[in-house]
């Protein structure tokens, strides 16, 4: 891993609002809206775009934890921009703030946290799980 970042360094991206991302469960669709699980999607990914820059072909990134905090609705058709800021390290965690907006209208606010490790340590660990 070589960590290219400080603190405050931002990666962004964007998505539009659509009908499969409205709140819906198998008793079906709560709203039109966009839910809460599509936005943690996004933050997840806002945080991995930092891991996808430090991490060598031999490693990869595994989601530690997710903080989400929604704030107002982003309608279908709406354009939603997220920006993730590198908080730097802890306990071993790469910590991304992640912010969600519709214009000027706070979406979402949030954290996420992403271990960065061998893909052979990860195959092994998995393995031993499966097999107990």
């Known amino acids: 891993m070589i960590d290219r970042f400080e603190k405050g360094d931002e990666k962004s991206h964007s998505f539009v609002v659509e009908q499969e991302d409205f709140a819906q469960f198998d ?3 709560v709203h039109e809206l966009c839910s809460t699980f599509k936005l943690a999607r996004e933050m997840e990914w806002a945080g ?3 891991v ?4 060598e072909e031999e490693e990869e990134g ?3 934890f997710l903080e989400i905090n929604h704030e107002n609705p982003a ?3 709406e354009r939603v921009d997220l920006v993730a800021k590198y908080e730097g390290w802890k306990d071993g965690e790469l910590r991304v703030k992640v912010v969600a907006k519709v214009g000027e209208r706070l ?3 949030g954290r996420t946290g992403q271990r960065v490790i061998k893909k052979n340590s990860l195959e092994r660990r998995l393995d031993q799980m499966r097999n107990n």
């Open 107 to 109: 979406v979402a606010s």
């Open 27 to 29: 008793s079906g669709l």
């Open 48 to 50: 991995r775009l930092f």
């Open 75 to 77: 309608f279908e058709n």
């Open 62 to 64: 595994i989601g530690t």
């Open 52 to 55: 996808l820059d430090i991490k």
